[in-house]
Nanobody
């Protein structure tokens, strides 16, 4: 069965950095687009970044462009989100996502809190 397990969240000061990881299993990871979403308190879930199966072309939301980097290691079935220059407005639960046969699969999320 498809499993996505996020890790790496925590409390960080403004301007700090964190790296999130998402360990995937139960599907052909190297053939799948992978996504990072986030949901802040009281807000809708939003797409943060996307990476193609081969890791080449990526997409970023305007709000994180230039600060966040999505990457993947197909040998380890893991996708990463490097987050730099964090701002309080980046505080959210971050979710890993993939789509298989038209169905969305989600991890349970990891909480990132940016605060001094």
């Amino acid at each position: 069965q498809v499993q996505l397990v996020e890790s790496g969240g925590g409390l960080v000061q403004p301007a700090g950095s964190l790296r999130l990881s998402c360990a995937a299993s139960g599907f052909f990871f190297s053939s799948s687009f992978m996504y990072w979403y986030r949901q802040a308190p009281g807000k809708e879930r939003e797409l943060v970044a996307r990476i193609r199966p081969g890791g080449g072309t990526t997409y970023y939301a305007d709000s994180v462009q230039g600060r966040f980097t999505i990457s993947r290691d197909n040998d380890k079935n893991t996708v990463y989100l490097q987050m730099n220059s964090l701002k309080p407005e980046d505080t959210a639960v971050y979710y890993c996502n993939t789509i298989i046969a038209g169905r969305d699969y989600w991890g349970k999320g990891t909480l990132v809190t940016v605060s001094s």
